[in-house]
């Protein structure tokens, strides 16, 4: 069955995208060839949408993802952000990123080094990574709009965004996309980003759609993640809060095996049956999972599954991130 497409505003894409963030950074330890050859079956599967930023290892991820698509750039959608400084950062090295900037002067700079390293001459997608609250939006966003004149950057989007910010960014350039975490176990974004968005005709992109993997079943503890993997830390997985969410992944994987599905693709079923404008980018470095996830755009929750789910699947206990990264979201 062909991958059904979806617009995130005059942006069409693939229903379902990649997240290459884990194929370099923050998930533990990675394999480079199974990384290229994931990105590579993504296209064979009708996945074209890629999601990248220059904050993933720094920027050993884009240039992994730039190997990847060399000789087919232009049948991928390729979505890359810029946020923290890197101009003394050593690739690989995240104890060597600078802080938040959003002046212009950082936009200017930033693309060039994204165009580098993905081997490319324009981005599809291009994404303010964190907001940063010491610059203007107004001015990051003019900045941004200069590259889409420029033809360097063809769509630009926002990333963990306060609704107020998406007007203003919106008045000065249209943006295509916002991208939040966004699944069964954190619904946040219902109450004002996915409306905010709507109503300006912003599509919107769930990152984390499977929960940082947790909804997939594929581990119930900390300990079974690698030493240098960041979730070994996070709220959601440690003490009283993963001993409620351990519950809550049971119960995704009952209603999963209900339906004769994995849970995973419940988790993604689900994200993409809450709007047509709406596509998740679960990540993943291996091309078993790219598959059972891609297979998630043709399964159909009945109105029965959808209140099912809402009536037994509650909200994850525990905050997205550590107090420093909260502080860094919906500004």
């Known amino acids: 069955m062909e991958m059904r497409h979806r617009k995130l505003a005059d942006l069409e894409v693939s229903a379902l995208g990649l997240g290459c963030m884990g194929m370099s950074a923050f998930y533990g330890s990675a394999d480079e060839t199974e990384a290229i050859a994931t990105i590579q079956r993504a296209l064979e599967l009708g996945v074209n949408f890629l999601d990248t930023a220059q904050l993933y290892g720094p ?6 993802v730039g190997r990847a698509i060399k000789g087919r750039r232009d049948e991928y959608v390729i979505a890359t952000k810029f946020a923290r400084r890197l101009d003394a950062a050593t690739a690989g ?3 060597t990123v600078g802080p938040l900037d959003g002046s212009a002067d950082h936009v200017r700079s930033s693309i060039e080094g994204s165009l580098k390293c993905l081997g490319t001459d324009h981005v599809d997608l291009y994404y303010q990574h964190r907001v940063d609250p010491n610059v203007e939006i107004e001015e990051t966003v003019g900045a941004m709009a200069e590259l889409v004149q420029q033809g360097k950057v063809l769509h630009i989007g926002l990333s963990e965004a306060a609704p107020e910010t998406i007007r203003r960014a919106h008045a000065v350039h ?10 069964l176990w954190t619904r ?4 004002e980003i996915i409306p905010t968005c709507r109503e300006l005709g912003i599509g919107f992109v769930p990152y984390s759609p499977l929960g940082r993997g947790f909804l997939s079943g594929r581990f119930k503890s ?13 709220p959601r997985f440690t003490g009283q809060n993963l001993e409620a969410n351990l519950k809550l992944a049971a119960k995704v994987e009952q209603i999963a095996a209900d339906k004769g599905i994995a849970p995973a693709q419940l988790a993604l079923a689900w994200v993409l049956a809450q709007g047509e404008d709406i596509v998740p980018i679960p990540g993943t470095k291996r091309r078993t999972y790219l598959e059972q996830n891609a297979a998630a755009a043709d399964i159909e929750l009945s109105d029965d599954d959808l209140a099912r789910i809402d009536a037994e699947v509650p909200a994850a206990s525990g905050a997205r991130y550590d107090e420093a990264g909260m502080a860094s979201v919906n500004r």
């Open 222 to 234: 900390p300990e079974e993640l690698d030493e240098s993997d960041f979730r070994r830390h996070g």
């Open 59 to 64: 920027m050993t991820n884009e240039q992994l």
């Open 93 to 95: 090295d995240m104890s």
């Open 174 to 183: 249209p943006i295509t996309a916002v991208q939040t975490e966004y699944s």
């Open 188 to 191: 946040d974004p219902e109450s």
